[in-house]
Nanobody
Framework: QVQLVESGGGLVQAGGSLRLSCAAS????????WGWFRQAPGKEREFVAR????????FYSDSVKGRFTISRDDAKSTLYLQMFSLKPEDTAVYYC?????????????????WGQGTQVTVSS
């Protein structure tokens, strides 16, 4: 069965960096686009970034553009999110998911097979 396992979260001071990983199994990773979402306490889950198959396109939310970089290693079936210049407002649980839709890449309904999430906490 399909399994997504996120890792790399933790506690970091404002201005610091972290790299999240999402290891996928049970599917042909390279065939799909992948995304990162996050959910802060008391808030709805929101889009962070998306990467297309073969890394042809990358999209970011305005709140992370220029600070976060999404990437993929198809040989390792792993998705990454490199986060720089972290801010307290980046504190959230971060999730990876597989894009299966044909519509908006920022809409949760276009994604399936969510991971369990990894907590990122940025202290001020």
């Amino acid at each position: 069965q399909v399994q997504l396992v996120e890792s790399g979260g933790g506690l970091v001071q404002a201005g610091g960096s972290l790299r999240l990983s999402c290891a996928a199994s049970g599917l042909t990773f390279s065939m799909y686009a992948w995304g990162w979402f996050r959910q802060a306490p008391g808030k709805e889950r929101e889009f962070v970034a998306r990467i297309s198959p073969s890394d042809l396109n990358r999209f970011y939310s305005d709140s992370v553009k220029g600070r976060f970089t999404i990437s993929r290693d198809d040989a390792k079936s792993t998705l990454y999110l490199q986060m720089f210049s972290l801010k307290p407002e980046d504190t959230a649980v971060y999730y990876c998911a597989m894009y299966i839709g044909s519509g908006s890449y920022s809409r949760m309904s276009e994604y399936a097979y969510w991971g369990q999430g990894t907590q990122v906490t940025v202290s001020s």
